[in-house]
Nanobody
């Protein structure tokens, strides 16, 4: 049974930073792309950043490029999302997710390909 333990969310002021962590268990994380998706109130879930099985390839949506950095440590079954320069528009629930057999770009732009979803962690950017 797949399990994601997401942490690192919270309240931060505009311009601030957060580091999200996702610890994965229940399946072989080495076989999966892992991504971070977000869902703002009243909006559809969208991919922020996705990283390939060994971390050699990644994709980030235009709205996060230059601000968010995704990384993974397979030895720890953990994926990270370093978020800098946060803006109020970044507010939402951030979900960790896993998919295989697709490119990181496809995973991020088509959330329907995701096999496993985490429960999400709330990120609020407000002064």
């Amino acid at each position: 049974q797949s399990q994601f333990v997401e942490s690192g969310g919270g309240l931060v002021q505009p311009g601030g930073s957060l580091r999200l962590s996702c610890v994965v268990s229940g399946f072989n994380v080495n076989d999966y792309n892992i991504g971070w998706f977000r869902q703002a109130p009243g909006k559809e879930r969208e991919g922020a950043s996705c990283i390939s099985q060994r971390g050699l390839n990644s994709y980030s949506a235009d709205f996060v490029k230059g601000r968010f950095i995704i990384s993974r440590d397979n030895a720890k079954n953990t994926v990270y999302l370093q978020m800098n320069g946060l803006e109020p528009e970044d507010t939402g629930i951030y979900y960790c997710a896993a998919a295989r057999g697709v490119t990181v770009h496809s995973m991020c732009v088509r959330p329907t390909v995701v096999e496993y979803w985490g429960q999400g962690t709330q990120v609020t950017v407000s002064s």
